[in-house]
């Protein structure tokens, strides 16, 4: 179903509109009460049946509970009498009635609008957008989240590149899983994370994205820059799809990851599900000495997986990027916890040659310099909130030998940077007050101006192209 106005399909707009005939039927003249009632129960009956049909959502379950309860109420208009009216309750008796289908039908629509089907902004560069998920084993590192000594760190990977248009592209990838059934997994997993209800995460379960799966890459181009991601903590790797998407159509390849133990849940090739172990303990010197630890295995990650990529373009390792991949041009990013990894894993990984972390706490117990420009965004810091914050990062930032931007955007809040604004209600604390799609689009702007520049060589005023966004700080 295409989501259309207050996030309806044009089925649920349908079932929304006879709802609403049926409630009104009481109340208009007498002329109009038998042909709106007739009128309203067929569109009622046969959008139910579209919907049945098509599949259900549960925001619109108030919207036709409410309507059949109005028809039950609206059915004695049809019944007429010789000579006179078709019988109806008094106005006092039915207006109880008619508040209660309405406030159904009202919760139905709230919920719809604030808990939509995930509409993905278009990519707006010109290469197509394909996808692909690689699992990665390191046989040097240890997985320190398990007790098996011959348990190796593994990751998983998603891979967004530049492809060939075409035909394929009617085969849209799903957003949070490669089948439907990894991607309820992942949904659940996510809203356990969260402590939420699992069926506030339906819809993007459903959701397909503009990438097509296993899309042969663009015939033109050479090699492509790199950009590795990682997620926020308990995060999951396809948490910044829109971002990615639009950087592969401007021709990057982005390689986003799913730390086991660490991101809500990973489904591996054997089968396994393995769900998040990290939780925060409330002692706030515990909490940073483990978020310490968290973010030093995602920096080893990060460079595990820039080996890896290196493997892969040389053919050492089969997949799709062979001889497509120029790892001498690589960014390490990351959201929040991500964020920091990213940072570190550039203080640790001269290979990486730019850092973006997306409103990302630095984590390294032991900062030191280190020669990669920095992009950070984040939101707007409200005075009192975590004071120590800016003056952290603004101290790694001056850790660099070359120039770091901050960028600070006015209305966004932590989650503005992800694809969070696409599917969650949107209320400033949670999501910003950009919008929908405002926060992706920002992000990916943002970072694609810094990218040409530190990765293409791109000429131009990056400080002024990046002061576009919001208030920039340079380093």
């Given at each position: 179903?295409?989501?259309?106005?207050?996030?309806?399909?044009?089925?649920?707009?349908?079932?929304?509109?006879?709802?609403?005939?049926?409630?009104?039927?009481?109340?208009?003249?007498?002329?109009?009460?038998?042909?709106?009632?007739?009128?309203?129960?067929?569109?009622?009956?046969?959008?139910?049946?579209?919907?049945?049909?098509?599949?259900?959502?549960?925001?619109?379950?108030?919207?036709?509970?409410?309507?059949?309860?109005?028809?039950?109420?609206?059915?004695?208009?049809?019944?007429?009498?010789?000579?006179?009216?078709?019988?109806?309750?008094?106005?006092?008796?039915?207006?109880?009635?008619?508040?209660?289908?309405?406030?159904?039908?009202?919760?139905?629509?709230?919920?719809?609008?604030?808990?939509?089907?995930?509409?993905?902004?278009?990519?707006?560069?010109?290469?197509?957008?394909?996808?692909?998920?690689?699992?990665?084993?390191?046989?040097?590192?240890?997985?320190?989240?398990?007790?098996?000594?011959?348990?190796?760190?593994?990751?998983?990977?998603?891979?967004?590149?530049?492809?060939?248009?075409?035909?394929?592209?009617?085969?849209?990838?799903?957003?949070?899983?490669?089948?439907?059934?990894?991607?309820?997994?992942?949904?659940?997993?996510?809203?356990?994370?969260?402590?939420?209800?699992?069926?506030?995460?339906?819809?993007?379960?459903?959701?397909?994205?503009?990438?097509?799966?296993?899309?042969?890459?663009?015939?033109?181009?050479?090699?492509?820059?790199?950009?590795?991601?990682?997620?926020?903590?308990?995060?999951?790797?396809?948490?910044?799809?829109?971002?990615?998407?639009?950087?592969?159509?401007?021709?990057?390849?982005?390689?986003?990851?799913?730390?086991?133990?660490?991101?809500?849940?990973?489904?591996?090739?054997?089968?396994?599900?393995?769900?998040?172990?990290?939780?925060?303990?409330?002692?706030?010197?515990?909490?940073?000495?483990?978020?310490?630890?968290?973010?030093?295995?995602?920096?080893?990650?990060?460079?595990?997986?820039?080996?890896?990529?290196?493997?892969?373009?040389?053919?050492?390792?089969?997949?799709?990027?062979?001889?497509?991949?120029?790892?001498?041009?690589?960014?390490?990013?990351?959201?929040?916890?991500?964020?920091?990894?990213?940072?570190?894993?550039?203080?640790?990984?001269?290979?990486?040659?730019?850092?973006?972390?997306?409103?990302?706490?630095?984590?390294?117990?032991?900062?030191?310099?280190?020669?990669q420009p920095v992009l950070a965004l984040t939101h707007d810091v409200k005075p009192g909130e975590n004071?120590?914050?800016?003056?952290?990062?603004?101290?790694?930032?001056?850790?660099?030998?070359?120039?770091?931007?901050?960028?600070?955007?006015?209305?966004?809040?932590?989650?503005?940077?992800?694809?969070?604004?696409?599917?969650?209600?949107?209320?400033?604390?949670?999501?910003?007050?950009?919008?929908?799609?405002?926060?992706?689009?920002?992000?990916?702007?943002?970072?694609?101006?810094?990218?040409?520049?530190?990765?293409?060589?791109?000429?131009?005023?990056?400080?002024?192209?990046?002061?576009?966004?919001?208030?920039?700080?340079?380093?």
């Open positions: 179903m295409t989501a259309t106005i207050f996030g309806l399909s044009l089925a649920e707009l349908l079932a929304l509109a006879a709802a609403v005939v049926l409630l009104l039927a009481r109340w208009l003249p007498p002329d109009a009460r038998r042909p709106s009632t007739l009128a309203g129960a067929a569109v009622l009956a046969v959008s139910t049946v579209a919907l049945v049909v098509l599949g259900i959502r549960w925001q619109l379950v108030p919207v036709l509970a409410g309507g059949a309860i109005a028809l039950v109420f609206a059915t004695p208009l049809l019944r007429r009498r010789a000579g006179r009216p078709a019988r109806r309750a008094r106005w006092w008796l039915a207006l109880p009635g008619s508040v209660a289908c309405l406030a159904l039908i009202l919760a139905g629509v709230a919920a719809a609008w604030a808990l939509p089907l995930p509409v993905f902004p278009k990519p707006s560069g010109v290469y197509a957008v394909g996808t692909t998920v690689v699992q990665w084993t390191d046989p040097d590192r240890a997985e320190i989240a398990t007790s098996r000594p011959d348990d190796k760190r593994t990751v998983v990977v998603q891979l967004w590149y530049p492809a060939q248009g075409g035909p394929l592209a009617v085969r849209r990838a799903r957003y949070l899983g490669r089948t439907a059934q990894e991607a309820r997994l992942v949904a659940r997993g996510e809203a356990d994370y969260l402590g939420i209800p699992g069926f506030m995460l339906d819809e993007p379960a459903r959701a397909r994205t503009h990438s097509v799966s296993d899309a042969p890459v663009a015939g033109a181009g050479g090699g492509f820059p790199v950009v590795l991601f990682s997620p926020g903590l308990g995060g999951v790797r396809t948490q910044n799809t829109a971002w990615a998407e639009e950087l592969a159509s401007r021709g990057y390849v982005v390689a986003a990851l799913d730390h086991p133990y660490d991101s809500a849940v990973v489904a591996l090739a054997d089968g396994r599900t393995i769900h998040t172990r990290l939780a925060a303990t409330g002692d706030p010197v515990q909490d940073e000495r483990l978020a310490a630890g968290w973010t030093a295995v995602r920096a080893a990650d990060l460079s595990f997986v820039l080996t890896q990529l290196g493997r892969l373009d040389r053919g050492e390792i089969p997949g799709l990027l062979t001889g497509r991949l120029d790892t001498r041009r690589a960014a390490a990013t990351g959201h929040s916890l991500g964020g920091a990894a990213a940072l570190q894993a550039a203080r640790q990984d001269p290979r990486f040659a730019a850092v973006i972390d997306l409103d990302g706490f630095p984590r390294d117990p032991a900062p030191r310099s280190f020669h004071p120590d914050y800016i003056p952290r990062l603004t101290r790694v930032l001056r850790l660099s030998t070359a120039t770091g931007y901050r960028l600070t955007v006015p209305g966004a809040a932590h989650l503005t940077f992800t694809d969070a604004p696409l599917y969650l209600p949107p209320l400033p604390a949670l999501v910003g007050s950009l919008g929908r799609t405002a926060g992706p689009r920002l992000t990916a702007a943002a970072t694609a101006a810094f990218l040409d520049a530190t990765l293409r060589g791109k000429p131009g005023d990056l400080a002024a192209a990046l002061s576009r966004y919001g208030h920039l700080t340079v380093q």
